[in-house]
């Protein structure tokens, strides 16, 4: 790998290419290019969506990226007067995104091992705000609430979002609440697991009133014809795309272990398709530069919290080896280096 042909692990995108029918329905899309919409595709997604996620089409709205909801969202909770309270680190552009709108963000930080701090967090809790919280999160990758706490924050927060993007690698879901919460709002995304990206598709899971309130300002025809009809074919490969998931989980898992052996490396546990990785004695960005050297490419971390890792994306097996190879080298060259300046003093 080279740097002008580098292993892309820095964007949290499935290694696997498009399955095939997904291919096959943009084809059949790209005729229907010259309108805005098309009734009969978005009807077919939202039919298969609902399917997938096991709701009824009322409870789904579809989003050109789950980001975009939060743009969106913000011109509602603004409106209100409302902040936003979340945990941090987790997934910045969404916080940047609600203070980019006018919607004033409290960054609560985490406690000890990348937790949620429950007291904390409640501490800001009222119906003038508005609880953002990743989970798993992005970028620790573990989950960081759970039931007992939901509960007490849908009694206390104005609206809860929950932001599941990687759900397809925890199985952890807090849908079914939305049944009997209104003010519960859960994020999904085809970007991870589903090898569309490119085709910018999300969607958000919530009761009708709520989403028709909190989106009353989302733009009509957002959605490209050719994402819908991506959509359609990643959900008519849900086999293949189980398939792409587990291989994804697999080599997370060996990937850890295997670095665990490296010695000088510091390794995170993750239930998402991405991990967090370290070098002892040297800051992120500068690992982050000597992997480029390499020719990888991953996530530098700005958080003073995290500025000891990188985030890096789970590849395909051939990546994660070539990954492991380039950590081991960096890892040796500064035990090397420092076993040297030991000796010279």
């Not at 089409?57 to 909801?69: A, D, K, Q, T, V």
């Not at 927060?157 to 879901?173: L, W």
């Not at 490296?262 to 530069?289: C, D, P």
Request: aromatic fraction near 8%.
């Amino acid at each position: 790998m080279t740097r002008d042909n580098p292993i892309r692990l820095n964007l949290n995108e499935c290694p696997y290419p498009p399955p095939r029918p997904v291919i096959d329905r943009v084809r059949e899309a790209a005729s229907l290019v010259n309108r805005y919409d098309s009734a009969d595709l978005s009807e077919s997604l939202m039919n298969l969506l609902s399917g997938y996620v096991g709701v009824e089409p009322e409870y789904i709205r579809l989003l050109p990226g789950s980001e975009s909801f939060m743009l969106y969202s913000a011109l509602y909770f603004r409106k209100l007067g409302l902040h936003v309270v979340s945990p941090s680190p987790t997934f910045e552009p969404a916080l940047i995104d609600f203070e980019l709108a006018g919607v004033p963000v409290i960054r609560v930080p985490l406690s000890e091992g990348f937790l949620l701090n429950e007291e904390l967090t409640l501490k800001f809790a009222n119906k003038s705000s508005v609880l953002y919280v990743s989970n798993p999160n992005n970028p620790t990758g573990n989950l960081i609430i759970n039931e007992n706490f939901l509960k007490e924050a849908l009694e206390k927060f104005k609206y809860v979002i929950v932001d599941e993007a990687y759900f397809e690698f925890s199985s952890v879901t807090f849908r079914d609440w939305i049944n009997s919460h209104d003010n519960l709002m859960i994020l999904r995304t085809l970007s991870k697991a589903f090898a569309i990206a490119g085709a910018r598709l999300g969607y958000v899971l919530g009761q009708h009133q709520t989403l028709h309130e909190v989106l009353s300002k989302k733009r009509e025809f957002d959605i490209p014809i050719t994402s819908i009809a991506a959509g359609i074919g990643a959900l008519e490969s849900l086999k293949v795309i189980r398939e792409y998931v587990n291989n994804i989980i697999r080599i997370r898992e060996k990937t850890v272990g295997l670095l665990k052996r490296i010695h000088g490396v510091k390794v995170r546990n993750s239930v998402t398709n991405f991990i967090l990785v370290g070098i002892n004695g040297i800051q992120g960005n500068e690992l982050y530069a000597n992997l480029v050297k390499h020719g990888v490419v991953v996530k530098p971390l700005t958080h003073e919290k995290l500025r000891e890792y990188v985030r890096v994306t789970v590849g395909t097996e051939e990546e994660m080896n070539y990954f492991i190879g380039a950590i081991k080298e960096i890892s040796g060259s500064y035990s090397r280096t420092n076993n040297m300046m030991a000796r010279v003093k």
